[in-house]
């Protein structure tokens, strides 16, 4: 018979689904699939309450459960790349007169151009304040990979946000396509 879990873990799980859904938001790109992520991430959660050391990060775990969702659905769908024309940094629009947006807009641009490895890891650091152990728990990676990683993404990041298309063409970086699906 399942137990159900905590109304208190419960609770700590909701209070969890902002940070669930930026972390998906910033994996997929895509508001419904990241939706669709976290919900199914909270599910996953809250029918393995029991496996939960209650000692260890929940935000890690639920970021863990939810990174594992994202590459299955990945494998799933079969997909390596995205076409650059409908990524969805192209659709999105900066608030008029506002530098900051602007500035928001082509970090967000840069983001989605480091690889996967290394966002992630900016992501999970950076964003989510996660320790460089708990980052690492995340990953599946030792520490000194996240601390690597975390380091080279940094580096990439500054560049393309300090690169002038304008003045030099050839250090933006080349868009992704779709050449064809895994096997």
């Known amino acids: 018979m399942l137990r159900r879990p905590s109304a208190e873990f419960e609770a700590q799980v909701v209070a969890q689904l902002g940070a669930m ?20 991430a909270a599910e996953r959660a809250l029918s393995k309450a029991a496996s939960y050391r209650p000692e260890s990060n929940l935000r890690a775990w639920l970021l863990t459960i939810l990174r594992n969702i994202y590459i299955d659905q990945l494998r ?10 409908s990524a969805p940094w192209r659709t999105l629009e900066a608030p008029r007169g506002e530098v900051d947006g602007l500035v928001l807009r082509d970090l967000q641009r840069a983001l989605y151009v480091l690889p996967a490895a290394q966002r992630e890891v900016l992501l999970l650091v950076c964003v989510e304040e996660l320790s460089y152990h708990e980052a690492a728990a995340v990953l599946g990676v030792p520490a000194g990979t996240v601390m690597s990683r975390l380091s080279r993404a940094r580096e990439h990041l500054r560049a393309l946000l300090d690169a002038d298309p304008a003045q030099d063409p050839g250090r933006r970086a080349t868009p992704l396509r779709v050449v064809g699906t895994m096997r």
């Open 76 to 85: 799933g769908r079969r997909e390596i790349a995205v076409d650059d024309e």
């Open 21 to 40: 859904r930026r972390f998906a938001r910033a994996l997929t790109g895509d508001a419904a699939w990241a939706d669709d992520l976290v919900q199914d």
